[in-house]
């Protein structure tokens, strides 16, 4: 089990434990935990409901694969610290992350 923070529009970080071994994504878990995060195209980077910033930790993920860059760039608000949350698989490197949940209409 991981530890990463949440922050939403409710203001300061949550605490979320997380399993590793699962092979979940971070979409999947937020979802599980009770987020609302519509994930329409089903997780494959087709919809960008799931988007996220990474507030600490960023160094630590994977690089954005191509899919992920293409449809990040399609929207208008993005910075380098925005992700898809479908596109991130919870593993240990992700112990003490923090990110905040950017809903995006869709
Ligand atoms: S769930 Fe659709 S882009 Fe992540």
Redesign the pocket.
Known sequence: MITIFIADSDGDPKELAAPCNLNLSL?EMLRAAGYT???????????????VQVLKGAERLPAAGDQELD?LDTLPDTDSSSR????LRISPEMDGMIFRLVPTA?
């Open positions: 979409m995060i519509p994930a329409t195209c089903g997780g494959i980077a087709l919809c960008a409901t799931c988007r449809m898809l949350a479908c596109q869709n």
